[in-house]
């Protein structure tokens, strides 16, 4: 499968949750395809139906520093999820910082043991950054 990396820029109230739960149903919708919603915050995730926080959904640590790294299982259900998703969604992806970032990328290249950026997962990235 190509890799698609997808950027959705735009002020507060233009949609973006619209379009983000048109596209999980639309994927879900085809013959039980998985699509994962996440968001920095607990309010733009529970935007999305079965939208979860990205500290949540990718095992981030608290504190993120420069040296943390995911404490999902290879072997987890949620690692399985990753893998067998079609589609990801981070949302208010502005509020996360490079070390949130370099921590899902390394993850994601690890369970897909795929060395493109974000394990060369479809991913659409949104956020306002103005």
């Known amino acids: 499968m190509k890799t698609i990396d997808i950027f959705l820029d735009g002020p507060g109230g233009s949609g973006k949750p ?3 739960s048109t596209l999980l149903s639309f994927i879900r919708g085809k013959g039980g395809r ?3 919603p996440f968001a920095t915050t607990g309010i733009a995730a529970a935007l999305m139906k079965g939208g979860r926080t990205a500290h949540s959904g ?3 640590p608290v ?3 420069d040296t943390s790294v995911s404490s999902m299982r290879p072997t987890s259900p949620e690692a ?3 893998r067998q998703a079609v589609l990801i969604i981070i949302d208010e992806i502005t509020m996360l910082t490079k ?3 370099r921590c899902i990328d390394s ?3 690890h369970l897909l043991n795929n060395d493109k950026p ?3 997962k479809v991913i659409i990235i949104g956020g306002d950054f103005r």
């Open 18 to 20: 619209f379009l983000y």
């Open 34 to 36: 998985i699509a994962l």
């Open 58 to 60: 990718f095992k981030l």
């Open 63 to 65: 504190p993120l520093l």
């Open 80 to 82: 399985d999820k990753l």
């Open 99 to 101: 070390d949130g970032l």
């Open 107 to 109: 993850l994601l290249r």
């Open 118 to 120: 974000l394990g060369g």
